[in-house]
């Protein structure tokens, strides 16, 4: 069964500094995976998406992630945060190929605090 | 373009009343996806609807149901709510069936 682990259920880092928040699944063959956020009461905003080729890839307001198939990791990157990025981000992983079927599974979530 | 449209945005109910929920998809999509997020929990699917018939469920009861019209707006009913049915309910759309998934902001519901 697919799954979604984030291990890190809230991190704090000081603005400017540089971030990473891990991201585990678990699916039998290559699958597809997303990382959202979401701003206090607000829906979730896709911040970046792997299909397949490169597995660096690169998304909005500065974050990128890279997919990692010998670790079952896709860990999300940005080399300077901002205030503004303090929200709750979410890793979730699709189905690919034939077995797709839209459904996402979604991880618990990292709350990320921004000191000043 | 609007994106994804949910209302109402709150909603407050008690045990054993009957909700529904609304959902527009973003211009162009034909596909809208149901998620529970509970408190402090990571989205959960609930249902899907392509070509307004329901193509994958997940753990649910019966007690969710949902419906999709011709013009691709769908909602969501759940009968006899539960204290524990509280959460934010997130309507996703995407261009076909398995396409990229664009979020609403989610409706608020509270059962006391």
């Known amino acids: 069964a697919q799954s979604v682990t984030q291990p890190d259920i809230h991190i704090t880092v000081s603005e400017g500094a540089s971030l990473e928040l891990r991201c585990n699944y678990s699916y039998g063959a290559t699958p597809y995976l997303f990382w959202y956020v979401q701003s206090p009461g607000q829906g979730l905003q896709l911040l970046l998406k792997?299909?397949?080729?490169?597995?660096l890839v690169q998304g909005i307001k500065g974050f990128e992630a890279e997919f990692k198939r010998s670790q079952s990791s896709f860990n999300l990157r940005k080399p300077s945060v901002h205030w503004s990025d303090a929200a709750e981000y979410f890793c979730?992983?699709?189905?690919?190929?034939?077995?797709?079927?839209?459904?996402?599974?979604f991880g618990q979530g990292t709350t990320l605090q921004v000191k000043p | 373009d609007a994106g994804v449209t949910q209302s109402p945005t709150h909603l407050i109910k008690t045990r054993g009343q009957q909700v529904t929920l609304r959902c527009s998809p973003k211009?162009?999509?034909?596909?809208v996806s149901w998620y529970q997020q509970a408190l402090g929990q990571g989205p959960q699917f609930i249902f899907q609807?392509?070509?307004?018939?329901?193509?994958q469920r997940g753990n649910f009861p019966d007690r969710f149901s949902g419906h999709q019209f011709p013009n691709y707006s769908s909602e969501l009913n759940v009968n006899a709510l539960l204290l524990g049915d509280s959460a934010l309910y997130l309507c996703?759309?995407?261009?076909?069936?398995?396409?990229?998934?664009?979020f609403g902001p989610g409706t608020r519901l509270t059962v006391l």
């Open positions: 792997y299909f397949s080729g490169d597995t």
């Open positions: 979730a992983v699709g189905a690919s190929g034939s077995s797709n079927t839209g459904k996402l599974i």
């Open positions: 211009s162009g999509h034909d596909t």
């Open positions: 996703a759309s995407s261009p076909r069936r398995v396409g990229e998934q664009f």
């Open positions: 609807y392509y070509e307004e018939e329901e193509r």
